[in-house]
């Protein structure tokens, strides 16, 4: 064959390097079968492009129900290493509930006015400088060093994949937005300017309909949320109806600073997948837990905090990078040294990459370059870091609002906590009551088996002397109380059911002290009591609910 042949694929009719006559895929079979089924005319011995291949084993993925609808736009073979999966079919998350109608807050350094969030249909309801709050939208427009943080937590919970042609959407593709920039000229995130959001959100949470605050930040110092003034303001938050989710740091031995430290606020630590779908999750990322200054633990649950894609912020630096490497490398032979050596030229790049004249060797150096920036398409890149685990969070929270928009701030954290799982391995206390689980919260909000309790537990009542425990639990046949103030004994202090599987008991008030108690159902299955902000590690890869009863 001479140099100037051209190969074409027979089904995509597209000029290709080479055609496939062998594929080392998983089921292969079932992509051959189907490429029969659409193209009957076609034989193994005609051959195929790779992305052909790519397409038709998507499609045999997505009717097994593993993947969603994204097109021929995303190769899943696991040779490619480019590749990072959609957080949404990370966590199965349902995609008929998007956030509609649901008004996600976000707190950050900055933000930039992105196409994942405005190009399909404006939903930014406000964005403002807290700083500065003359500034008005056309600052957004243009890229600042404090615009990428806000901009990635920000689409990485609600972007609709624009840029992505789909692929990278997320949970909360149709929810609406308030943006509030906290970082100064300075650089610095302070804690006055975090307050004065936190103020501005109290003040019109109910103009703008905001239900949920998400903050991938926190204060400076640790201190006791009863003399923070952004925890104060933050529970004064939720306790007005707005559920208030924070990330807990990158650091394992790092404290969990406000508003991560307060009773109320859900505190996202991260939890690594791999990057997989088929294999349960059995890693955690290095995510900061343990005790608050007031003896809290923290965090309650655990989310993707690795390998999240993310948008490159439009017009910097590194998104000109990527949209050259991803450029050069549909390149090949004589063609790509040509344009390589012109940007070269042109100092279009400003990277090092070696001057040679061996197409496969300069390849390989852009391959090499692209793995080291984390770069997976010219637009995204993978990024790591609790700060991407909690918008997740408030993601799957604005699915259960949209689904039962009645739903207290109170029924969402009882909701995510009773069906979080646990990763096995691991110490309770790095990951709460564990992984979230979008679907399973979801479906038990649909159902409506979800009842709130009548009053918090446990609930003291110093006018009758008693304090009052309750569980919702729909499948239980018995639930009994223990704890340390009856000996741990299984089967005295047995709880009353009542209606929707809320179940109870009264007993007489206790000394002052500090006890450790569990639900036990159906004499096999300890429960500690997620309503209960107290815990401490119970030994067994769980927690005790801790009561506390002051003078």
């Known amino acids: 064959m001479s140099e100037d042949a051209v190969t074409i694929c027979p089904l995509c009719n597209d000029a290709v390097d080479k055609l496939l006559y062998r594929y080392h895929i998983d089921g292969e079979k079932q992509v051959i079968e189907k490429i029969k089924q659409q193209n009957p005319g076609w034989s193994v011995q005609d051959g195929i492009c790779s992305r052909c291949v790519d397409y038709y084993h998507t499609e045999v993925v997505m009717q097994q ?53 405005v190009k399909h249909r404006n939903r930014i309801k406000l964005i403002c400088d807290i700083t500065n709050q003359e500034r008005g939208a056309e600052y957004f427009t243009r890229p600042h060093p404090e615009s990428w943080h806000g901009m990635m937590t920000s689409v990485v ?13 997320g949970i909360a593709s149709d929810a609406e937005l308030v943006l509030l920039k906290v970082q100064n000229e300075e650089g610095k995130i302070t804690t006055g300017n975090i307050v004065n959001a936190l103020k ?16 991938s930040l926190g204060a400076d110092e640790a201190e006791s949320y009863r003399q923070s ?26 404290d969990i600073k406000p508003p991560a430290n307060s009773p109320q606020v859900i505190t996202v630590g991260g939890a690594n997948d791999n990057n997989q779908i088929r294999q349960p999750v059995s890693e955690l990322y290095h995510s900061s837990f343990g005790k608050t200054t007031d003896g809290l633990m923290k965090p309650e649950l655990i989310a993707q905090a690795i390998w999240v894609a993310a948008p490159l912020l439009p017009g910097s630096k590194e998104q000109q990078e990527s949209e050259l490497l991803h450029r050069l490398l549909k390149l090949s032979g004589e063609e790509l040294i040509q344009s390589f050596s012109a940007l070269q030229e042109k100092n279009s790049l400003g990277i090092a990459l070696p001057e040679v004249n061996d197409p496969s060797r300069l390849k390989e ?45 109170a029924a969402a954290r009882e909701l995510l906590f009773s069906t979080a799982k646990r990763i096995p ?30 009053q918090k537990s446990p609930f003291l009542n110093a006018q009758q002397q008693i304090i009052s425990f309750y569980l919702q639990h729909e499948c239980a046949s018995q639930v009994s109380l223990a704890g340390n103030f009856n000996h741990w004994a299984q089967d005295i202090l047995l709880m009353e059911p009542g209606e929707n599987g809320i179940w109870k008991i009264d007993i007489p008030m206790l000394p002052a002290g500090k006890y450790q108690y569990k639900f036990f159902v159906d ?29």
Not at 157 to 169: I, N
Not at 449 to 454: R, V
Request: one cysteine or more; proline letters at 6%.
């Open 65 to 117: 129900r593993i993947l969603p609808e994204v097109g021929p736009y995303f190769p899943v073979k696991n040779a490619d290493e480019f590749i990072i999966l959609p957080t949404g079919l990370r966590l199965d998350a349902d995609q008929r509930f998007t956030g509609k109608e649901i008004t996600i807050c976000f707190i950050d350094s900055g933000f930039y006015i992105h196409p994942d969030l």
């Open 200 to 215: 501005w959100v109290k003040e019109y949470h109910k103009e703008f309909g905001i239900r949920i605050v998400n903050m």
């Open 229 to 254: 003034e952004i925890d104060i303001l933050a529970e004064q938050l939720i306790s007005e109806g707005v559920i208030v989710v924070a990330a807990a740091g990158n650091g394992e031995s790092g």
């Open 523 to 551: 004499e096999k299955v300890w429960i500690e009591d997620v309503s209960n902000p107290y815990r401490e590690p119970d030994g067994f890869s769980g927690f005790n609910s801790i009561l506390i009863i002051e003078n």
């Open 425 to 454: 391995g691991w110490p309770a206390e790095r990951q709460g009551f564990g992984l979230i689980a979008p679907r399973k919260a979801l479906f038990k909000t649909l159902k409506k088996t979800f009842i709130m309790k009548p």
């Open 365 to 409: 150096a852009i391959v090499k370059r692209i793995r080291e920036c984390k770069f997976i398409s010219p637009h995204y890149m993978h990024v790591d870091g609790t700060s991407f685990a909690a918008p997740i969070v408030s993601a799957v929270i604005a699915q259960l609002l949209e689904a039962a928009p009645q739903l207290t701030a």
């Open 157 to 169: 919970c609600a972007g609709d994949g624009y840029l992505s042609k789909g692929l990278y959407k």
